[in-house]
């Protein structure tokens, strides 16, 4: 069937398929020095993927299923700890914070797409943005979270500046009160990934071809219907990779939030990632832990389908 | 020509085997310990690298090998050690990270297998990392708590600095003073209320440890005592999460008038804030009912995967006897963990210098000295029960009392886990 289909779209080559089977064409000397070559340069990567990334996968997969302390011998457990998981209060909470963290996602993207944008063109001193933009991105977690903590202080700038414009009367909580702690660290991650996100989108619309944007302003379409029925559709494929990665990143947060809250107070920070973090390296329970991976996994597979529905449609078969 | 060539290459290549035969075998003969510390490089390296040589010359055929790591990561290190395989032999821990590790049955019974070294140490520090029946860690280095003071901000709230609160009632006045006259915090405390409790004096379990017992009147007024402080904002928001080193910014930014904590951060005061330092006085560290100081410890642990843990013992031994600490406590202030060692004049005499006053005030608090971190039984998920509790009550969401009650309720349940 599918031979028959080849042979009636393809023509002549295809005939020549069915006449005479292609003979094991012998890979010539210079070929097998350049695969060599090539398999020697990625080597040293494969193995390091292989030993950091495959390797703690598999075993992941594995001790998902076991009681595992690392200084006792493993115990089958089989689901076990997935049961556990879905009743463990401290667990729903993380995935209540992780799921609340994808607000993250569409503010940023839009940000990012304005800054990308204001960036994307030629004025003098532009380059000073763009970089000034992008050091936060480049900047250690670490030293970005504990900046923006003495930030965030109660006797901090933040409180000093808002007070001495008369927008507050007393300082503000940020990482200690219970409803402001998470939109606190969500800035954070915002302030950070702007810079990382308006590469992508800046590289986007320097690819969009100049010609179509054009072809629209001459039929008569303002900036705006421009940039809504030109660019943004043509950014599609960029937007949907930022959103993916964005996605998996807001689900996935860490130092952030370990360095600025450690998950409190009240534990209204706590999200999936710290919470794994505590009972594998706190609590030594490396099963549970496994398993909790596991399920932000799945989580982060499921979030980005309706993600990749809405976006996969864009570019240039947008038209 | 090229005959000879071969020949000599051949000859090269098997005095080269023959050299790392040799070699090996001489390896094999070395009994070789690993020694892992938490950030005293690179402030202590001849120190340490001193009390390594003393004992490799004291001791031929063995060879130490340090490595020090930050306080972060080394459990987690630790760890990924024993899972590999290629555990360190001889490791400083706190005693909650000991405990913790003890409970999982990894670290040598030090109190089982040598039990000719209880004598050399404090009764109250050599029990500190006691779990169930055992001992797990050698004591090493320790520091009673002792109070800091800001003279200059004592003096602009109207305060004599030369009488300095010695209760916790009046550490509470003053507080209030320094806030209500300067505007600044008087006051940061380090929330652990497990030493709280230890140092009212209230028990945490019934005798068998089936039970908690610790929702009693003075726990609740402590805690009362807390909600308080902060819903009066008498001490910062930030209290509860800031810890000692946010205490300790605030202290060396000036804006704070008192600070509880080890004498070991005078020299950090002194790089740091020399404007804070000059002005900084030293107090006795207030006793409660329990009448004891809490007093954070460093113990040396011998993981059991360690492949030479005797002489890991003995070498843990050598680092926290007498002649090693008293030289480690004349670098930095820290006090010994053994008693001959503290017995030295150099414990019990002052220059003047709020580094020595400071010393002999911490030195003269030992005897009242325990190691407050938990060591019972799922003691992380005790603390974290405990935790919460504390925190519902210190924001407000909670009565004291309430708070501990439900506190006790999920101990009991903890408590009861057969796993």
Same mark, same amino acid.
Not at chain 1, 185 to 209: C, E, H, R
């Given at each position: ?15 020549? #398929? ?71 209060q401290d667990f729903h909470k993380s995935v209540l914070h992780s799921v609340e963290y994808i607000v993250v996602v569409p503010v940023l993207q839009i940000l990012s797409i304005l800054v990308a944008v ?8 532009? #380059? ?5 933009y992008?050091?936060p991105v480049? #900047?250690?977690t670490?030293?970005v979270a504990?900046?923006w903590k =003495?930030l965030y ?5 933040l409180?000093?500046?808002l ?9 503000l909580y940020w990482l200690t009160s219970k409803e402001l702690a998470l939109p606190s660290v969500m800035m954070v991650t915002m302030w950070k990934g702007i810079g990382w996100y308006m590469v992508i989108y !800046? ?29 943004i559709?043509?950014l599609k494929?960029y937007v949907l990779f930022a959103t993916f990665m964005s996605v998996m990143g807001a689900l996935q947060v860490f130092d952030e939030v370990f360095v600025m809250t450690g998950g409190g107070p009240l534990k209204s920070t706590l999200t999936m990632a710290v919470y794994q973090y505590? @009972? ?12 909790i991976?596991?399920l932000m996994a799945l989580m982060i597979l499921v979030f980005n389908i309706p993600v990749f529905r809405m976006l ?8 | ?5 071969? !020949? ?10 023959? &050299? ?219 209290? +509860? ?36 330092? @000059? ?7 207030? +006793? ?24 890991? &013992? ?16 004349? !670098?930095? #202030? ?6 001959? &060692? ?20 911490? &030195? ?36 004291? @009392? ?8 999920? =101990? ?8």
């Amino acid at each position: 069937m599918a031979l028959g289909a080849a042979s009636a779209t393809s023509g002549s080559a295809s005939r020549v #398929t069915l006449a005479r089977p292609p003979r094991k064409r012998r890979l010539s000397h210079t070929q097998v020095r350049r695969w060599v070559t090539a398999y020697a340069f990625l080597l040293p990567a494969l193995v390091l993927m292989a030993v950091f990334t495959f390797y703690p996968i598999i075993m992941g997969m594995v001790i998902m299923f076991y009681d595992y302390t690392v200084f006792e011998p493993m115990e089958f457990v089989g689901f076990a700890n997935f049961s556990r998981a879905f009743a463990d209060q401290d667990f729903h909470k993380s995935v209540l914070h992780s799921v609340e963290y994808i607000v993250v996602v569409p503010v940023l993207q839009i940000l990012s797409i304005l800054v990308a944008v204001l960036v994307n063109r030629s004025l003098p001193g532009i #380059t000073f943005f763009r970089t000034a933009y992008y050091i936060p991105v480049v #900047t250690s977690t670490v030293a970005v979270a504990i900046s923006w903590k =003495w930030l965030y202080n109660s006797n901090g700038i933040l409180n000093y500046a808002l007070t001495s414009l008369g927008l507050i009367e007393r300082p503000l909580y940020w990482l200690t009160s219970k409803e402001l702690a998470l939109p606190s660290v969500m800035m954070v991650t915002m302030w950070k990934g702007i810079g990382w996100y308006m590469v992508i989108y !800046l590289a986007g619309l320097q690819s969009v071809p100049k010609e179509l944007e054009e072809a629209a302003a001459i039929d008569g379409a303002s900036r705006w219907r421009v940039i809504r029925h030109v660019t943004i559709p043509l950014l599609k494929p960029y937007v949907l990779f930022a959103t993916f990665m964005s996605v998996m990143g807001a689900l996935q947060v860490f130092d952030e939030v370990f360095v600025m809250t450690g998950g409190g107070p009240l534990k209204s920070t706590l999200t999936m990632a710290v919470y794994q973090y505590y @009972k594998a390296f706190g609590a030594f329970d490396f099963g549970y832990a496994a398993a909790i991976g596991m399920l932000m996994a799945l989580m982060i597979l499921v979030f980005n389908i309706p993600v990749f529905r809405m976006l996969a449609k864009g570019g240039l078969k947008y038209y | 020509m090229r005959g000879r060539l071969k !020949l000599a290459a051949v000859l090269a290549a098997m005095c080269l085997v023959f &050299a790392l035969m040799a070699g090996g075998g001489e390896a094999a003969r070395e009994t070789r310990l690993e020694f892992w510390t938490i950030s005293l490089q690179p402030m202590f390296n001849d120190y340490i690298n001193g009390i390594i040589k003393d004992y490799e010359k004291a001791n031929p055929g063995v060879k130490i090998v340090w490595k020090d790591l930050p306080i972060g990561v080394i459990t987690t290190k630790l760890t990924a050690a024993i899972a590999g395989g290629i555990a360190p032999d001889v490791v400083n821990l706190n005693t909650g990270m000991a405990v913790s590790l003890a409970e999982r049955r990894s670290l040598v019974n030090i109190g089982k297998e040598f039990p000719q070294y209880k004598d050399v140490y404090f009764e109250g520090l050599w029990n500190s990392a006691r779990f169930e029946d055992g001992i797990y860690a050698f004591p090493w280095y320790v520091v009673t708590h002792v109070m800091m003071y800001n003279k200059a901000i004592f003096e602009k709230a109207g305060l004599d600095p030369a009488s300095p609160p010695i209760t916790w009632e009046e550490i509470t006045e003053c507080a209030k003073q320094i806030k209500a006259k300067t505007g600044l915090y008087g006051f940061m405390p380090h929330v652990n209320f497990v030493a709280d409790l230890i140092e009212l004096g209230v028990p945490l379990t019934s005798e068998d440890k089936t039970r908690a017992t610790f929702n009693t009147p003075d726990a609740v007024a402590k805690l009362q005592w807390y909600q308080d402080l902060m819903k009066n904002d008498i001490i910062p928001r930030e209290t +509860l999460q800031a810890g000692y080193a946010g205490a300790l910014d605030r202290y060396q930014a000036g804006q704070l008038g008192m600070i509880v904590t080890g004498p070991q951060f005078i020299s950090r005061i002194k790089t740091n804030a020399p404007d804070v330092y @000059k002005n900084t006085m030293i107090a006795p560290y207030p +006793l409660s009912k329990g009448k004891v100081v809490g007093a954070p410890l460093m113990n040396l642990v011998v993981p059991k995967a360690s492949k030479n843990w005797s002489e890991a &013992a003995k070498f843990a031994a050598h680092v926290t006897g007498d002649e090693a600490q008293l030289a480690f406590c004349k !670098l930095v #202030t820290i006090l010994p963990s053994t008693k001959k &060692a503290a017995e030295d004049p150099f414990f019990t005499q002052t220059d003047g210098t709020i580094e020595s006053i400071a010393r002999k005030i911490a &030195a003269s608090q030992l005897k009242h000295a325990v190691e407050s971190d938990l060591t019972l039984r799922h003691s992380l998920d005790l603390l974290d029960a405990l935790t919460v509790q504390v925190e519902a009550a210190f924001y407000g969401e909670k009565t004291p @009392k309430e708070a501990l009650d439900q506190a006790v309720a999920e =101990w009991n349940k903890i408590l009861q886990r057969k796993d």
